[in-house]
T-cell receptor, first 115, second 114 residues
């Protein structure tokens, strides 16, 4: 069990550029979550997948954001036409959902800075 | 919708002293409750969780938390703090009906003085 991994760990981009982040969950975990954390705040839910199905999206997830989990394994989060307000830590978590009692395990995060 | 309040933004304790971090939740039923810890620039590490049963739960690194339904609280405690415990601590709740996304508090930053 190598834990949840995220790539890249840091990303600096210019406003208007597109960025893509990758998350590799713990193997055999069927759920994958994305959260966003801004400075001084707790993480906020963005979206989650069960296997390859995207089951819920937050209102925080504008149409510039898209997430995929094509084969039910790794996931990507893409932000198009980045804005300075997108600067944040993007956290991925995975869990194994068998019953209601599931525990989410987090990756190290991708810190995005939009100039 | 559920919510979590962590009233203390910043706490400073001396190494070896006891610690209690407060967490209050708002939810219509008994939620699932979690405490995570985050070191600077890092992801979140699970300290402990409460689903049901014994209201005093033990976690890693010597931490424990007690669920008190009457006070809607899930406070985190440690009898003797170590300098390496300095970090940000987040309380989180999950809706037991859907049991999916976590709702986090704003966190408490712990500083440990030597």
């Amino acid at each position: 069990d190598t834990g949840v991994s995220q790539d890249p760990r840091h990303k600096i981009t210019k406003r208007g550029q597109n960025v893509t982040f990758r998350c590799d969950p713990i193997s055999e975990h069927n759920r994958l979550y994305w959260y966003r954390q801004t400075l001084g705040q707790g993480p906020e839910f963005l979206t989650y997948f069960q296997n390859e199905a995207q089951l819920e999206k937050s209102r925080l997830l504008s149409d510039r954001f898209s997430a995929e989990r094509p084969k039910g394994s790794f996931s990507t989060l893409e932000i198009q036409r980045t804005e300075q307000g997108d600067s944040a830590m993007y956290l991925c978590a995975s869990s194994f959902r068998l019953a209601l009692q599931e525990t989410q395990y987090f990756g190290p995060g991708t810190r995005l800075l939009v100039l | 919708a559920q919510s979590v309040t962590q009233p203390d933004i910043h706490i400073t304790v001396s190494e070896g002293a006891s610690l209690e971090l407060r967490c209050n939740y708002s939810y219509g039923a008994t939620p699932y409750l979690f405490w995570y810890v985050q070191s600077p620039g890092q992801g979140l590490q699970l300290l402990l969780k409460y689903f049901s049963g014994d209201t005093l739960v033990q976690g890693i690194k010597g931490f424990e938390a007690e669920f008190k339904r009457s006070q809607s609280s899930f406070n985190l405690r440690k009898p003797s703090v170590h300098w390496s415990d300095a970090a940000e601590y987040f309380c989180a709740v999950v809706n037991t009906g859907t049991a999916s996304k976590l709702t986090f508090g704003t966190g408490t930053r712990l500083q440990v003085t030597l």
